[in-house]
């Protein structure tokens, strides 16, 4: 069913011409970004959006971007009291050495002395 709209797409996105190159309606941009964000939340990368439709993968980004609503509402959070496990923290110094098995605050110690 995907191929039959991105078919569909592809030839309205082909049959637009403009003076200084293809001028897409408002229209056209928001229904292809909506089929373009539900293919992305489906798994198909943009490499592969952007061959079906023809498309740069600028735009394939710019326009299933533009679809996907960012929502500013509280999430509900679950605070677990379960604490870090005293031998799980491993510090990774920039020049290679390394310091495994270290509690939290052992961890936060070594790296002040360090900073």
Avoid at 8 to 31: A, I, M, Q, W, Y
Avoid at 71 to 95: N, Y
């Amino acid at each position: 069913m995907y191929q039959r709209a991105a078919e569909k797409l592809r030839r309205e996105l082909d049959g637009v011409t403009g003076r200084r190159g293809p001028c897409f309606s408002r229209d056209l941009k928001k229904r292809t970004g909506a089929w373009l964000a539900e293919r992305r939340a489906a798994g198909a990368t943009v490499a592969e959006l952007a061959a079906d439709l023809g498309l740069a993968s600028g735009t394939v980004l710019r326009w299933s971007a533009a679809e996907v609503q960012r929502s500013r509402a509280l999430v509900p959070v679950e605070i677990v009291a379960e604490p870090i496990a005293a031998s799980s923290m491993s510090i990774v110094s920039p020049s290679g050495f390394r310091v495994d098995g270290l509690s939290f605050a052992d961890a936060v110690a070594l790296l002040k002395a360090l900073g």
